[in-house]
C-alpha cells in the first residue's frame, strides 16, 4: 500500500483514475485529508462506502512515526521520525512572535560536507521520499494541533539534507505543500536553502519557494575549505544565476552566512561579502555558529556579529542576526543528526 503523503494532486488523479474511477474524487480525497485533517476514511461521508474501502486498500494514511519530541527552553520542539527502514527523519518546529516556522530535511545525511555542520559529518545515507518530506508537515501539524493548538506558519528545507541533490522528491513535494487543496502554503511562506546547486535552482519557478542560499564566505579560497561544493559551484556561477534568476515582485533572495570566529567574522570578511552583493536584490541572514563536540569551530564573539552585522546595515543590506534555536536540544542550524551520530 502506498502512502497518500507521497501523491501529488495529479498524480492522485491518475492512480484513481487507472482504477475506472472518477478522478475527482481525489479533490475530495485532498480536501478530507489536508485541509480538514480526516485521516479516516470511514470518516468521509461525501465518498460511497464501497469507495471508501477501495481507498482504504490503495492508501496508507499513517502520520509518520514519532520517535521521540524534545522541547528547548526556548519553545523549539525538535521530532526524530522513524522511517520504515530504521533511519531516523528530524524536524524542528520554532515559535516566535507573530510565527511558527517549521525546519525540515530532505535527505538522510548529505553528501555535501560542509566542514562547520554535523549532518556533513554523518555523511550521506539516502533521499527522503516525497511521502517522507510532506510527511514531516503533517505530523507536526497534528502535533501542534492537538498540543499547544498553534499552527505552522512557515516551512523551511533547511534540516538534513541538500534539497537540490534530491530535486524530483523535492519539486513534488512542494507541490502538494503549496496546493490550495493540498497543505495550502503561500511560496512566500516556504523558503529552499541550497548551497548553490544552480542546475537545480533554474528548474525552480519564481513562485515556487523563496531561495536562500548558504554562502558561508565571500571567496573562493575561503568557501572551498569549509564547503568543498564551492569547487563545482564557484560563488561566480552562484551569482551569475542569482543576477539572472528572474524574481517575483519585492521578492528577494536570501544568503545564510554562518560566522565562525576567526574564520569568517573580520570585518574585511564583511566588506568582501558587501563588495560581492552589491547591487543584488537580497536579504542577509547571519548565523552565529552554533559548537558542538564533534565540530572545531568556534561561535564568534558576540562583539564581532555585531561589526560585521553593522557594516553591512550602514551599507543598506538588509541583515538579520537568526536566532539560534533548540541550542539545548541539538536543534539549532547544522546540529540536526548530532543524538544519533
Ligand atoms: Fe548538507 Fe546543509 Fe550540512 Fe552542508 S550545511 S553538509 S548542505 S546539511
Redesign the pocket.
Known amino acids: 500500500m502506498e502512502s497518500f503523503f507521497g501523491f501529488t494532486l495529479p498524480g492522485l488523479e491518475k492512480a484513481i483514475g487507472a482504477t475506472g474511477k472518477e478522478k475527482y474524487r481525489a479533490r475530495q480525497l485532498y480536501r478530507w485529508i489536508y485541509n480538514q485533517g480526516v485521516f479516516d476514511f470511514d470518516g468521509m461521508s461525501n465518498i460511497p462506502k464501497g469507495l471508501r474501502a477501495i481507498f482504504k486498500d490503495m492508501f496508507s494514511t499513517d502520520l509518520l512515526p514519532i520517535k521521540e519530541a524534545l522541547t528547548s527552553k526556548d519553545g523549539s520542539k525538535k521530532f526524530a521520525f522513524s522511517a520504515e527502514d530504521g533511519h531516523i527523519i528530524e524536524s524542528i518546529v520554532m515559535p516566535e512572535k507573530d510565527r511558527n516556522t517549521l525546519c525540515i530535511s530532505t535527505q538522510i545525511g548529505?553528501r555535501?560536507?560542509?566542514r562547520f555542520?554535523v549532518?556533513?559529518r554523518m555523511g550521506f545515507k539516502r533521499n527522503l521520499t516525497v511521502h517522507e518530506i510532506v510527511g514531516q508537515v503533517v505530523a507536526v501539524k497534528e502535533d501542534l494541533k492537538k498540543g499547544s493548538g498553534e499552527r505552522i506558519t512557515n516551512i523551511v528545507l533547511m534540516g538534513?539534507?541538500?534539497p537540490m541533490d534530491n530535486l524530483d522528491n523535492v519539486m513534488a513535494a512542494l507541490d502538494i505543500i503549496r496546493n490550495p487543496l493540498g497543505l495550502d502554503f503561500s511560496y512566500r511562506r516556504i523558503t529552499v536553502s541550497s548551497?548553490g546547486l544552480v542546475e537545480g535552482l533554474k528548474t525552480l519557478e519564481p513562485k515556487s519557494a523563496v531561495i536562500a542560499i548558504?554562502l558561508n564566505a565571500a571567496d573562493d579560497g575561503k568557501r572551498t575549505s569549509i564547503?568543498p561544493i564551492n569547487r563545482l559551484y564557484s560563488i561566480g556561477k552562484i551569482m551569475q544565476f542569482v543576477k539572472g534568476f528572474k524574481l517575483p515582485n519585492r521578492a528577494r533572495i536570501t544568503f545564510e552566512y554562518v560566522l565562525l570566529r576567526g574564520f569568517n567574522d573580520s570585518l574585511d570578511d564583511a566588506k568582501r561579502l558587501a563588495e560581492l552583493l552589491t547591487g543584488v536584490k537580497c536579504k542577509i541572514n547571519l548565523i552565529p555558529y552554533n559548537e558542538s563536540p564533534y565540530i572545531e569551530f568556534k561561535t564568534p564573539e558576540p562583539a564581532s556579529v555585531e561589526r560585521f552585522q553593522s557594516y553591512l546595515l550602514d551599507r543598506h543590506f538588509t541583515t538579520i542576526i537568526r536566532d539560534s534555536r533548540g541550542r539545548d536540544i541539538c536543534g539549532g542550524c547544522?546540529q540536526l543528526g548530532m543524538r544519533y551520530l
Open positions: 548529505c555535501m560536507g560542509c555542520c549532518t556533513g538534513m539534507g541538500e548551497v548558504s564547503m547544522g
